[in-house]
């Protein structure tokens, strides 16, 4: 979650034209099959957080045929170790729909993949984004700003993308006045999916955004600026320069995380708060409760799907693994699992421990946790000052896409006085 590591889908799963059932490997028992349409299925995307609740006790390992067919873990112990292990559970796949170019370094297993997560480690570390943190407030007061004496709005557009947006084009040294851009491709990358058309738009979405990419490393390359771009291209890997395709690839990766994990954390986390006003009302009374608050969220709501393929057979969570085979992690179900978290269905803002894995865990772990939290944390303080009011508007549909990064295509608000 956040920006960088496990922030895209680095399945292939989420590569498949229509989900159409293929046939079930030989060395797959027909008990453990369940068809479960982790981007389209009805029942899925209708609660695709909940979903899980309801298979775990059943169902701790299973086979889904759809997309192309993959295992599916369900429990915390075997998402986490699954994580642990990147020399069984391998990351070497291409991650986005339509690009065939591998990123870095989530398309890398250890050690490489350490020799480029270790570019990222410091321009992400806690005391850079503390540098941020003045930028953050400065552009959530100004978003909340355009909403005053408004009645209402459309959250997710209105501030859950607006917000994160606005950081990462900062970060990245990207012109504002582009950001409609940014998030149009950003959209057709991740969430459009399909039929040939929409394949079609991914490709092309992918094709500008490389060559936009491309074309600002190389102005980079010769007039540095102050941002992530310019604080990339002098660096070394392996006592050599990056290659140009390198930082082009790091910072597709940095732009693609960066304009969706942190809205769909803050979605969940807004409607659940607008759903919940007794929750809601003790982060108003108590802002120093934000921070555990938005632990406990993360883990109800924990939207990513990470994925991987198996580097070879195995026995795991007591089935017969071939490889090749794939694997999907959710994380909403390792965090709602009563095993690990006692009460799990219950959201306790005062919950200690709470070792929740929304960020992942093991080699992967996103490199841009502490961002996502100083943009949660700071989001939550801001909005609740200003607005602490407010419900789902009566009568409106939530819509809500499956996928890599389960979120919410719209949140309406209504703002309540007293």
């Known amino acids: 979650m956040g920006y960088g590591d496990d922030a895209t889908d680095r399945s292939g799963l989420a590569t498949a034209t229509e989900a159409q059932p293929e046939t079930v490997p030989d060395h797959v028992s027909a008990d453990l099959v369940y068809p479960l349409d982790h981007w389209n299925g009805a029942a899925f995307v209708e609660d695709p ?52 170019v591998k990123l ?9 993949h350490t020799k480029y997560r270790r570019l990222l480690n410091q321009p992400f570390s806690p005391a ?6 003045g930028t953050i407030a400065e552009r959530c007061q100004a978003l909340l700003d355009g909403l005053a004496g408004q009645n209402g709005c459309d959250f997710i557009d209105a501030f859950g993308k607006a917000l994160p947006t606005s950081i990462f084009i900062d970060l990245l040294g990207l ?22 058309e929409g394949q079609a738009l991914q490709r092309q979405a992918n ?3 490389s060559v936009y990419l491309s074309e600002l490393v190389a102005v980079r390359k010769t007039a540095r600026a102050d941002d992530l ?30 304009l969706d994990t942190v809205t769909s954390a803050m ?12 929750h809601r009302q003790q982060i108003v009374d108590d802002p120093s409760l934000i921070p555990a608050a938005i632990e406990e969220l993360l883990r109800f709501h924990s939207f990513v799907q990470d994925a991987r393929t198996l580097s070879r057979d195995a026995v795991f969570a007591g089935v017969e693994m071939k490889a090749g085979d794939r694997i999907m992690l959710p994380t909403a179900s390792a965090d709602r699992d009563e095993d690990q978290f006692p009460d799990a269905m219950t959201v306790d803002f005062q919950r200690d421990p709470n070792r929740h894995i929304a960020f992942a865990a093991g080699p992967h772990r996103c490199v841009g946790s502490h961002l996502a939290r100083a943009e949660l944390r700071i989001a939550m303080t801001e909005w609740h000052a200003r607005i602490p009011h407010y419900r789902l508007t009566p009568g409106a549909e939530v819509h809500i896409h499956g996928g890599a990064v389960v979120g919410l295509d719209q949140l309406p608000l209504d703002f309540v006085t007293g």
Not at 72 to 94: G, K, V, W
Not at 104 to 111: G, N, Q, V
Not at 269 to 275: D, G, P, R, V
Request: hydrophobic share 45%.
């Open 229 to 258: 771009i310019s604080v990339l291209i002098p660096l070394e890997i392996d006592g050599r320069p990056l290659a140009d395709e390198e930082t082009i690839a790091l910072a597709y990766l940095l732009f693609m995380a960066g």
């Open 175 to 196: 012109p504002p006045e582009e950001i409609e851009q940014f998030m149009a491709w950003n959209h057709t990358i991740l969430h459009v999916h399909g039929d040939a």
């Open 104 to 112: 870095l370094p989530i398309s890398l297993d250890p050690p490489d």
């Open 207 to 209: 094709e500008e955004l």
């Open 267 to 278: 979605g969940w986390s807004w409607k659940f708060l607008a759903e919940h006003p007794a």
């Open 128 to 133: 850079r984004i503390d540098v941020l943190i």
């Open 49 to 100: 957080l909940s979903f899980w609740d309801g298979l775990r006790d059943d169902r701790r390992v299973f086979w889904s045929p759809f997309h192309g067919g993959f295992w599916c873990l369900t429990r915390y112990e075997d998402i986490h170790e699954a994580f642990q292990r990147p020399d069984l559970f391998s990351s070497r796949l291409t991650n986005i729909p339509g690009r065939e």
